[in-house]
């Protein structure tokens, strides 16, 4: 068992770069060769987290202000008595300044969210493979795995001064996410082969998870972008009620367990609300609503709702720098509304906003380095981990069309048409060369890779192969224009391949693919369509090949849903299937597939594992995706999708380079609490 | 006369009801709901929606229900003045865009005064000074401005003001009035901005009435009493402006109706080029979200316009041409 | 149609031969002194000779893709060899991305010359059941990537004229199918209209109304996806046009009724009607002629209307989209701050765009001088 002094002590050991890291360090100058010679890729670094605490302790002027005319209590008393302290990138920074951002509406909520992403319990490291603390200041996870007990921070207060502890989670676990009228049905996340678990108040600072079966994969899922670890920010806001912890003492008033249902909906409605469930929706929604408490550096003033997302810094937050000076630096947040993608841009370019990653076009980098200087900014690319930013999905439950669905779940054909992808084009023309062409497993580097010859395998260009197994498999006859007929009726065998305008350009993408597949005689037919409607026909299992990106799959089992059909909600492998997976085969159908039905067992088996064990079950079901190519990769590991850095040069403590993953809540790894204006 | 304008308000609220109803049809017209678009949005923005939050949604806005209960709803509260709640920006409809009507309708209003600020005059002179220089300089203008989409204009000058004077581009007002409260500063900001869109926006329509004026001064100019005029020793700005351009007005008049609508759509592409927050942007995306509420509010409000249009564009064309006056009794 | 100028060459005098011109011969002798109006027709002429043969006049593949000749600017071709004959030939070119700026930036390999060979053979296209690989132009023993780039290449590397050329056919003749369809309906509900007036009448003004009302926009968005995906992307857009004419029909229909109900109370009505003639019979025998000139002048001012429409909604992406090509299309390309600052040739497309609508515009204003008598 291991000792709570052990688990603190990780805490020192994140001074130095954790051996991942650099490996890492290693991975990219090694293939980055040719990306170096442009000077913006970096090296992953970061703020990082020191366990000696300062002695005395300083704020903002502007809340020493406060603190003088007596509205807010000394900076000593508004910290916890362990905060977390974190030692910035370069130095130590000065307070002041508004952070210029821009965003699309009020469905660009994540732009928000992940800057406030240290409301998470736990977090990674810069290099986005080691877990460390956030909120909550240390862990234990038993043995059997069945129990993951969180270490509080003592004296830690939400941002209008209430206590917070381990009540705030037995509020979120007792009121809301038990309540049938709110949470109707408990989540994966929770519920590890499918038993319950629970939440429980150990002391005033000690909360423990509790499961029936071994789940050493929930420590991941703490860290991760999840519906149990995301954190108070995402996790609570628009439709969701999940993130572990929830401001009891705001909420309660608004639920019908303290007064009476009679009394909310009364209250409902004098608020213009329909009933008390619309009311808790608006209330607990950190976008939307100024007042409700948060944890994050900056808070809302001024909704998401409106032209202006405007956000202010917490006097409470719990994080200090290495001499005691409390964080954030920066004082106001401010997000313009943009009307289009093409806005941000201009905007960005002309030097509007202080530091953007988000909506910033790979398409537009000559143009966005020409402007530098104009728009006093200096540029840096990062690279993700993902294997494909733009993957092309088999639908294996595909039944409309008897004769594509055949072909659809035969394994040569689909390793044809990879083998008929000029990637080096594909990689030229839409990733300026940044990418790294081949299969969709995650990058070398991560700790879920198979192996380097899994790169290539089935991803090379090799037309002349595609012909000879096309042929092999029966697929001969030819029409005029030298395309495959089907073999059921003569006619010309086209596979519509459905593509949304999304992270990159697909519909452009595809043009260019089934270009390429005319030399193997197969018609793509690319239908553009919105996403919207793109993902309904997900739903309704009407759709032969999608594009996605498979960001999020680099740790496979924090957002699978781009990896294998096990999730509903996005299943691009065939919905048919997820619902069976999920329901335990009493819905949806069955699998023909045996290796579908390996790899998803395999994935079933893996919460129960420990972390190496699960990460060997990983690279098992990677093997599996791309020795039968389910979804075809293309090229990934680039910038293409935020990782096109736009940082006013007038910003310190700014990463030469970031981890861009889901996990990483990109920017919110590289603690934007410590960027500060340096004039 | 009386009966004539109470007959014509009757039909005037039959049509907006017919609007109501094939608007609100054709935006419930695609396979899919708003939490579709909703999920697909999360989704390429790399966050998640869970399964129950998503039916919870669409319990919470009634979209599991059949499309004439989702409708009669929706009429109900529209008469009480209720438009709904916008699903997408979670606020009610009004609200989102109040803050952009009046900025339509003033940029709107602001093309429409420089269509008819240019159209007169140039279509007079034009017809006055036919096959002058100047009149096919002034023709050839005015087919261009028929000619080049007003969005690829608004492209190239949108580029242009960026690369040459490193111009704020996009939207109605600098970067630092776009947070200040109402001032004295910002209207003059605003009238800064304004111009510019107005000018692109009233350029297609300009060159359409010019077109329109001269070749109905030209035919009045060539009637009999306008000789008479002449031969009685009115002046020559008497002889054009007392009863030929008076005349020619008639098409100006019957435009009028057709204008609105145009001008507030043709300002959807525009806008959406610019970035200008108006309304023409919300109601495409809110088509696209399929944002019922929001999207079903503003094509009434368009369909409104132009019935009031028509409305007004009778009685304008009553008081202009006394010979439909006496028609009318 | 034919030219009445041409059919007689009797020796009647001037004065006689316009005394008894049909209304179609004077239209066109009017018509013939607009300048302007003569010059847009033979340009429309021209466009749509082109438009029809289209593939012959590319001279690469308009789809074919290659990252290799992406975003070229266009090239000039050299028309004399170094001896001063008359071979016109063009260089090859190498790209080269800079590894700082990104930008791909093109050498002219002057030692390897390409020369150019009128009717090459390229790829095999067909119009009306004809067949052939033949082209206008076309280069003499290419290696791959090899072109005649007079405007260019886009993003995908493809030829921006062969591109053009393509798309200037569907644009045009499209727009031809909407427009019939709106005169259809246009001519039907505006005649029956001012005939029967009363309710009729009453009916069809309100359904104008309304139409006239309906945003386009709303309409084509949720149409474009309400139609099944299994059509063809051309198959859909025809679809919407028509659909589309469904709403235009609306002008149409009130010029055609204003010039029923002025027609209704002419002496000539007044005496077919005495002598017994059916209604269809007057409508089609007697007025219609009457104004015939007029509808051919509404006609061909709604066409650009219907160009700019596809043009616009291409723009919006609910028009045509790629793989189809059609102006809207390629100017939905050029859309972009990028293309703008780095590829301005991709704008050119706007070009024929402009020509084509100024000519209608031309054609469509003498067409209207022309049947006005009293003009």
Redesign the interface.
């Known amino acids: 068992m291991t000792t709570r002094r052990q688990i603190l002590g990780y805490a020192s050991a994140f001074a130095a770069v954790a051996p991942t890291g650099e490996a890492l360090a290693q991975a990219v100058s090694a293939t980055g060769s040719n990306f170096n010679q442009s000077g913006l890729i970096g090296t992953l670094e970061s703020a990082t987290q020191v366990s000696t605490i300062p002695t005395s302790f300083k704020e903002s002027p502007a809340l020493a202000e406060l603190v003088k005319q007596g509205k807010l209590p000394p900076v000593a008393q508004r910290l916890p008595s362990e905060p977390l302290v974190l030692k910035p990138l370069n130095t130590v920074g000065r307070y002041g300044g508004t952070w210029r951002r821009g965003f699309i509406g009020p469905s660009d909520g994540e732009n928000g969210n992940r800057i406030n992403s240290s409301d998470k319990l736990l977090f990674w490291d810069a290099s986005g493979s080691k877990i460390v603390p956030s909120v909550a200041k240390g862990w234990e996870m038993s043995k059997d795995g069945k129990t993951t007990t969180l270490f509080l921070r003592k004296g830690m207060k939400w941002r209008d001064g209430a206590p917070f502890n381990a009540d705030d989670f037995a509020f979120w676990y007792e009121d809301i996410y038990s309540n049938k009228d709110i949470v109707p049905t408990p989540i994966a996340d929770m519920s590890p082969n499918g038993k319950p678990g629970r939440l429980v108040k150990i002391d005033e600072t000690t909360v423990q998870f509790q499961f029936d079966v071994p789940y050493f994969l929930f420590l991941d899922m703490l860290a991760g972008d999840t519906l149990i670890g995301g954190g108070q920010s995402v996790q609570q806001s628009i439709g969701n009620y999940f993130g572990a912890y929830s401001p009891g003492h705001y909420l309660k008033q608004f639920l019908p367990k303290y007064s009476s249902e009679a009394a909310v909906n009364k209250l409902a409605k004098d608020q213009g609300f329909d009933n008390w469930g619309r009311l808790l929706a608006f209330k607990k929604d950190w976008e939307l609503n100024p007042d409700v408490p948060t944890l994050g550096p900056w808070h809302t003033v001024k909704p998401i709702n409106t032209p202006t997302w405007t956000m202010q810094r917490n006097p409470y937050y719990w994080v200090v720098d290495t001499e005691g000076n409390q964080l954030p630096y920066i004082d106001n947040v401010v997000m313009t509304l943009a009307e289009n993608l093409e806005v941000v841009n201009l905007r960005a370019m002309a030097g509007e906003y202080d530091m953007q990653e988000r909506h910033i076009d790979l398409q537009k980098l000559p143009l966005i380095l020409d402007n530098r200087d104009r728009g006093n900014y200096d540029v840096h690319l990062d690279l993700a981990f993902h294997g494909a930013d733009t993957a092309i999905h088999f639908n294996l439950s595909y039944v409309a069309d008897p004769e594509v669905a055949k072909w659809l779940k035969t394994a040569d054909f689909r390793r044809a048409l990879s083998l008929g992808i000029d990637r080096d084009q594909l990689n030229q023309t839409f990733w300026l060369g940044l990418g790294t062409p081949g299969s969709v497993v995650p990058a070398e580097s991560m700790p879920q890779n198979p192996g380097p010859e899994w790169r290539n395998r089935w991803s090379t260009y090799d037309p002349d192969r595609a012909n000879k197994m096309l042929d092999a498999l029966g697929l001969t006859k030819k029409d005029s224009d030298g395309y495959r007929l089907r073999t059921d009726n003569g006619q010309r065998l086209v596979i519509q391949v459905e593509a949304v305008a999304a992270m990159m350009d697909y519909p452009k993408q595809m043009e260019m693919v089934t270009q390429q597949w005319r030399k193997i005689g197969i018609y793509g037919d690319v239908k553009q369509m919105e996403r919207g409607l793109a993902f309904q026909r997900l739903t309704a299992n009407q759709e032969q090949l999608d594009v996605w990106s498979n960001g999020g799959s680099e740790l496979m089992y924090l957002f699978p849903r781009e990896v294998l059909p096990v999730d509903p909600t996005e299943a691009h492998l065939g919905i048919e299937i997820a619902k069976w997976y999920t329901s335990n085969g009493t819905q949806g159908t069955a699998p023909t597939d045996p290796e579908l039905k390996r790899a998803l067992e395999l994935y079933r088996s893996a919460s129960g594992q420990k972390e190496a064990e699960r990460n060997k079950t990983a690279q098992e079901i990677w093997k599996i995706i791309v020795e039968q190519q389910y979804t075809i990769g293309t090229v990934g590991q680039s910038p293409a999708q935020f990782g096109v850095r736009i940082v006013s040069r007038k910003l310190g403590n700014i990463p030469s380079r970031t981890c861009i993953a889901q996990h990483c809540r990109t920017p919110g790894v590289s603690h934007p609490e410590t960027w500060y204006f340096k004039a | 006369m009386i009966t004539f304008l109470v007959r014509r308000f009757l039909?005037a609220i039959?049509?907006i009801w017919?609007?109501s109803v094939?608007?609100f049809v054709?935006?419930?017209?695609?396979?899919?709901?708003?939490v579709?678009?909703?999920?697909?949005?999360?989704?390429?923005?790399?966050?998640?929606?869970?399964?129950?939050?998503?039916?919870?949604?669409r319990q919470?806005y009634g979209l599991d229900r059949p499309m004439y209960v989702q409708y009669g709803k929706w009429i109900v509260r529209v008469v009480q003045g209720d438009f709904g709640e916008s699903m997408?920006?979670?606020?009610?409809v009004m609200e989102?865009i109040g803050?952009r009507l009046w900025l339509t309708l003033l940029l709107s209003f602001a093309a429409l005064i420089i269509t008819w600020g240019l159209a007169l005059p140039i279509g007079i002179y034009s017809a006055v000074r036919q096959y002058s220089f100047g009149d096919y300089a002034f023709t050839l203008l005015g087919?261009?401005g028929?000619?080049?989409?007003n969005?690829?204009l608004a492209?190239?000058i949108?580029?242009f003001s960026?690369?040459w004077f490193?111009a704020?581009?996009?939207?109605l007002f600098s970067?630092e009035y776009?947070?200040l409260p109402w001032s004295l500063g910002k209207v003059w900001d605003l009238m800064k901005h304004i111009p510019l869109p107005a000018v692109i926006l009233a350029l297609g329509g300009t060159a359409q009435l010019v077109?329109i004026m001269r070749?109905n001064l030209?035919?009045e100019l060539r009637r009999p009493y306008v000789v008479t005029a002449r031969a009685k020793g009115l002046t020559e700005r008497r002889v054009i402006l007392k009863y030929p351009v008076r005349a020619a007005l008639n098409p100006f008049a019957s435009n009028i109706a057709?204008l609105f609508?145009y001008l507030v759509?043709g300002s959807?592409?525009i806008?959406?080029?610019l970035?200008?927050?108006t309304v023409g942007?919300l109601?495409?995306?809110s088509?696209?979200?399929?944002d019922m509420f929001l999207?079903g509010t503003i094509?009434l409000l368009?369909?409104v316009l132009?019935?009031a249009g028509?409305f007004i564009s009778d009685l304008v064309l009553m008081w202009v041409d006394p010979r439909l006056r006496r028609q009318m009794d | 149609m034919r030219f009445p100028f041409l059919r007689r060459r009797s020796t009647a005098s001037a004065a006689e031969r316009y005394a008894t011109a049909t209304q179609l011969q004077l239209t066109w002798w009017r018509f013939r002194r607009h300048r302007l109006a003569m010059v847009s027709l033979v340009v429309l002429v021209l466009a749509y000779g082109m438009a029809i043969m289209a593939d012959f006049l590319t001279t690469m593949d308009p789809h074919d893709t290659n990252a290799a000749t992406s975003y070229i600017a266009p090239q000039g071709i050299h028309w004399r060899d170094d001896n001063g004959a008359f071979r016109p030939y063009i260089y090859g070119l190498k790209g080269v991305r800079d590894l700082k700026t990104f930008k791909l930036n093109y050498t002219v390999d002057t030692s390897r010359k390409v020369y150019l060979q009128f009717l090459a053979h390229n790829y095999r296209w067909s119009v009306l059941g004809f067949e052939s690989d033949l082209h206008l132009v076309g280069l003499r023993n290419p290696q791959r990537g090899d072109g005649i780039y007079l405007l260019g290449t886009d993003q995908l590397g493809r030829d921006l004229w062969s591109r053009l050329m393509v798309a200037t056919r569907v644009s045009l003749f499209i727009g031809l199918t909407g427009v019939s369809i709106s005169l259809f309906l246009g001519i039907v509900l505006g005649g029956i209209s001012a005939i029967y007036g009363g309710w009729v009448d009453l009916i069809v003004q309100r359904l104008i109304e309304v139409v006239r009302s309906l945003p386009t926009i709303p309409l084509w968005l949720g149409l474009a996806a309400a139609l099944p995906s299994s059509w063809s992307v051309t198959q859909i857009y025809f679809a919407i046009t028509i659909i589309i004419s469904l709403l235009a029909w609306t002008d149409l229909a009130r010029v055609v009724r204003g010039k029923f109900l002025s027609l209704k109370e002419e002496d000539f009505v007044l005496a077919a009607e005495l002598a017994g003639a059916s209604q269809v019979r007057i409508i089609f025998r007697h007025m219609l002629p009457s104004f015939a000139s007029h509808i051919i002048a509404a006609v061909s001012l709604a066409l650009p209307a219907m160009i700019i429409s596809e043009t616009s909604l291409s723009f919006l992406g609910l028009g045509l989209r790629p793989p189809a090509i059609s102006w809207g299309v390629l100017l939905q390309d050029a859309q972009n701050i990028q293309t703008l600052a780095l590829a301005p040739w991709l704008l050119s497309a706007a070009v024929p765009v402009i020509f084509v609508i100024l000519a209608f515009n031309f054609l469509g204003d003498g067409l209207r001088d022309a049947a006005d008598p009293y003009g």
């Open positions: 039909l039959v049509t017919l609007i094939a608007s054709i935006i419930q017209l695609p396979p899919g709901d708003f579709d678009t909703y999920i697909a949005q999360m989704a390429a923005s790399g966050s998640q929606v869970s399964a129950e939050a998503a039916n919870a949604m919470l997408e920006w979670r606020r009610p989102v803050d087919f261009i028929i000619a080049v989409p969005f690829l492209l190239g949108m580029y960026f690369r490193g704020s581009v996009g939207g970067a776009t947070l077109r070749a030209l035919d057709y609508p759509s959807v592409i806008s959406i080029v970035g200008l927050p942007p109601l495409v995306e088509l696209i979200s399929q999207a094509v368009l369909g132009t019935v028509t």
